[in-house]
C-alpha cells in the first residue's frame, strides 16, 4: 500500500489517524501486538519499539530478551474493527542493540527461503491458501480438576430458528437460509478486497454445522503468509461483532469434516509456471514440478509436523473423513497427500497443491519449510514414480491393494516431531532454518501435547466410569 516512510505519514495526517498499531507473529502462530498514539509515527518508524521477547513463545529466556518491533511499510493497513481511526503493520523482529533481523522471526525466516529460491533457481514463487474453519453461534469449553467440557451450538444443526438445516455433512455448496454464514463471509470478502487481499471466493463447506471456506488467490510467499494472518483477524472479529464465534482448529467436532489449509503452490519466471510442460508425460507437469513434488512427498512426515503442529490436527488426518493419509500425488483426487487440480492447466498457472496443513500452523514457517522441501526435491533430481507416490487417480480408500503399499504420513503429533528432529537437514542445510528454531518449535508443541495428554476426556469418562 505504501511504499516510503513519507507516504505513510502523509496518510496518517491526512485520515486523521488515532493509533498504530503493531502486529507480530510468534512461533507457534499467534499474532501479538502493542498500540501506539500516531503522534509518535516519525520516531517509531526511525527507531521501532523495543519490547520483552522472553514472554512470547518461541523467542529469547529472560537473560536476554530485549528487541525491537520494525514496522514493515508494505503491509500497513486500516484496521476496520477498531473504534478509534487504527492503522496496523506487521514487524519485523530485529536486535535492539544492532538492528540485526532475529533469526527466529518467522517472516523473516521466510524471506531467507525466498532468497535462496532467488539465488539457486532465478525464481520466484506464488502460493494460495485455502482457509477453512467453523462458524459457531457460541462457543463454551473448559478444563479443571474436576471437570473438562466443551459446547458448541450451531444454529444451522437445528431447526429451530429458521426451519432449515443441512443433512449430515450435506454442506458443500448449500444455499441460503441453510447457509447461515453467507452475510458475514461477504462482509469479510468485501472488507479484505478494500484492504488489498485478493479474495478468489467464498462458500459453505462439507459440515453441516457452520464449515465455512474463504479461498485467496495467488501470491508471493511474504504476502500469502501476511493475508492468512490478516484474514484470520478479519473472520474472527466480524464474527464476534455479530456474537458468533470463529474457530480454524482442523476438528472441533466430533464425526464432522475436519478443517484443513490447502496450499496451492508452483514456482515462477516471467509470469510462467515452471512446472509447466506441454509435453509432459503425467498432467503437463515438467521434470522440475515432478521432483518438487518429490520432495514434499519424501519429507512429509516430518513437514507435517510444522504444517499441522496441534495435537487436534491428527484428529481431522485420519482415514474416512475426506483427509489426506497417505503420501501419493494424484490428478484431481481429495484423497490424495498432492493434488493436481485438473483446472488452471495452462502455462502461466499450472500447479498442485499439498493438503494435509491446517491453520493451527504458523504460515511462515509451513510455506517456508514446504518450498525447502520441494527445492530438496529438485536439487536431489527425485523422482516421485520411482520413489513409489504415484500417481493413483482412483480413491486410494476404495484400492486396498495399493493402499497398502502407500506409505503414512504421521497419525499423532509426536510421531510428526520425531520425524522432523531426525529428518531436519532440507530445512537448516541453507540457513533457513536453524537448529535451535526446530528445536524450540518441537518443544513448546511437546509441551502442549504432554499438557493435552494429562486431561482426562469426557468421552474417557463416559467408557471407563462404571468399570
Known sequence: MFHSIEDVLGFIESNEISIIDLRYIDLIGRWHHISLPASGAVDLFENGVPFDSSSIPGFRNVDCGDMNLVPIISTGFPDPYCELPTF?????????????????????LLERAVDLLKKKHDADSLWLPELEFYLFDSANYGTGKAFGFFDFESGESTPEESGFVHPPTGGYHSSMPMDKGAELRSEVVKTAEDLGIPIRYHHHEVGAFGQQEIEMLLAPPLI????????????????FRRGMVATFMPMPLFGEPGSGMH????????????????????????????????????????LVGITNPSTNSYRRLKSGIEAPTKRFFGLADRSASVRIPKYDDNPNLKR????????????????????????????????PTKMGFGPFDNDVHRLQEKKERLENIPTNLEEALTALDSDKGYLVSDGVFDDEIIARHIKLARIRAADVAMYPSPREIELYFDI
Request: aromatic share 10%; with cysteine.
Open 224 to 239: 500469502a503468509a501476511d493475508n492468512v494472518m490478516r484474514l484470520k483477524h478479519l473472520i474472527r472479529m466480524a464474527a
Open 88 to 108: 496496523a503493520f506487521i514487524c519485523k523482529i530485529v536486535e535492539s542493540d544492532n538492528g540485526d533481523g532475529v533469526s527466529a522471526d518467522p517472516r523473516s
Open 352 to 383: 498442485f497443491e499439498f493438503r494435509p496443513p491446517d491453520a493451527t500452523c504458523n504460515p511462515y514457517l509451513a510455506i517456508a519449510a514446504q518450498l525447502l522441501a520441494g527445492l530438496d526435491g529438485i536439487d536431489r533430481d527425485l523422482d
Open 263 to 302: 496450499f496451492h503452490q508452483f514456482l515462477t519466471r516471467d509470469s510462467k509456471s515452471l512446472f509447466w510442460d506441454a509435453d509432459g508425460s503425467y498432467s503437463h507437469m515438467s521434470k522440475m514440478g515432478l521432483s518438487y513434488i518429490a520432495g514434499i512427498l519424501e519429507h512429509a512426515p516430518s
